[in-house]
């Protein structure tokens, strides 16, 4: 009997060693899959049996085709179950909605061809009304075990999954049937038509759309060459003359402030040049309080990180805790730090079941919860919820609580940090 599969595209990826002491996902992608899964119709003990086999490297090499992957999961008894999770493919239609859009967003279609997959590719795509991340009752099951629907050791395969996902985004794309060559030759086709309307529109036409010249770029004449960019920022000008300062003037903030300025400047210079790059979303306006934080995490000088300190509201240690905070995660790590606000009921009950899941029977931790904070009893560890739902670790140093580390998807993972055993 002929194989259904047979001229589909697939993809194997050996097995990933054991996950112990760490996140399941680094990656936006990867992370972005763990959220749309644990917003599935899996429940808790499956989530909590599928993430412990997942950990423990229970699961066998994994085979990626349009619409379904599978792999060999092994029970603590090493009973072996085949596990299949199946993915909706994205019809003809979806697909040339997605492929329409890409081409429409000369962003999108750089990175795509560069083979790499900017995170607003979601919200784009949903936009044209294609979702490529799995949604409530997507993710079926077929297992052998006999379970009905999904059981521990599929649910430990879509765990794994977010670990592929790390490894290469185009994963995502593969289930919902297309294959990375085939999408990159589709796009090609589809620049190059888009391309030829171009030019026929400049032959009648005054002018033309530059999101549509750029587009063109394979049959238009090239731009000139990027310039060589500086291997760092240039140096400011000097402030140490003999001149007096006028009252008021502190030329040590200036220089400050104008290396800051100048190593701003050498970073947007290398965003705007670099390849494919998806240009970052702009930060919120920030306060001054915010943006004296900013600032500090530069590294002055003493006699300005005084003064930062001083138009900040803080003490030199609360700076000192603040701007460690803004290098593990900006505006939203300082809000942690310094805002106990309680938590909304729906993130409230979906952290109270994140934490019931998290660990192993007798290995939870006691924790005592106030507003949006859990402590550890008897400990000096602490989790904080963030308004988007992940999990801030701190730890108590000198009579304070302070930051340890970026925030996690996971409370077990935060925690372990706040430990220091990551």
């Not at 909590?48 to 090499?61: D, E, N, S, Y």
């Not at 010249?213 to 003999?242: F, H, K, M, W």
């Not at 390849?275 to 300005?304: F, K, N, Y």
Request: hydrophobic share 40%; charged share 25%.
């Amino acid at each position: 009997m002929s194989d259904p599969y047979e001229n589909t595209p697939e993809r194997v990826f050996a097995a990933l060693p054991p996950a112990q002491g760490r996140g399941f996902a680094q990656s936006w992608w990867g992370q972005a899959w763990l959220k749309a899964l644990e917003d599935s119709t899996l429940d808790l003990k499956q989530l909590k049996t599928g993430r412990r086999l997942a950990r423990a490297g229970a699961v066998g090499a994994v085979s990626v085709r349009p619409g379904r992957v599978t792999a060999v999961v092994n029970d603590r008894d090493h009973t072996a179950h085949r596990a299949d999770v199946l993915l909706p493919e994205l019809s003809e239609e979806q697909w040339d909605r997605f492929l329409g859009m890409a081409v429409e967003r000369a962003g999108h279609i750089a990175a795509l061809l560069d083979r790499e997959m900017p995170p607003h590719l979601v919200e784009d795509a949903a936009s044209a009304g294609v979702e490529l991340l799995p949604g409530l009752g997507d993710l079926e099951a077929e297992c052998g075990c006999d379970a009905w629907d999904h059981c521990g050791h599929t649910a430990a395969l879509c765990y794994q999954v977010a670990r592929l996902l790390d490894q290469d985004p185009f994963v995502l794309l593969l289930l919902r049937g297309r294959g990375e060559r085939e999408l990159l030759d589709a796009l090609q086709l589809r620049s190059v038509s888009q391309a030829e309307t171009v030019v026929v529109r400049q032959e009648t036409h005054a002018g033309v759309d530059a999101a549509e010249a750029y587009a063109a770029g394979e049959i238009l004449p090239p731009l000139p060459e990027a310039p060589e960019v500086p291997a760092e920022p240039g140096l400011p000008p000097s402030l140490d003359t003999e001149t007096e300062p006028a009252p008021g003037v502190d030329p040590s903030a200036l220089e400050f402030l104008a290396a800051r300025a100048a190593g701003e400047a050498h970073r947007l210079l290398v965003d705007a040049l670099r390849a494919g790059h998806e240009q970052r979303v702009a930060e919120a306006e920030l306060t001054a309080a915010q943006d004296a934080v900013r600032l500090a995490s530069g590294g002055p000088e003493v006699p300005v990180a005084a003064r930062l300190a001083e138009g900040s509201g803080r003490d030199r240690e609360g700076l000192a805790l603040a701007v460690r905070s803004w290098e593990y995660g900006g505006a939203a790590a300082l809000d942690v730090l310094e805002t106990d606000r309680p938590a909304e009921a729906e993130t409230l009950a979906r952290a109270r079941a994140a934490l019931e899941s998290a660990w192993e029977e007798g290995e939870r931790p006691v924790l005592r919860a106030s507003r949006s904070r859990w402590t550890v009893v008897g400990g000096q560890s602490q989790l904080r919820l963030g308004p988007d739902g992940r999990w801030w670790p701190f730890r108590k140093e000198r009579g304070r609580w302070a930051p340890v580390g970026p925030a996690s998807q996971d409370p077990a993972t935060a925690l372990a940090l706040a430990d220091g055993l990551e």
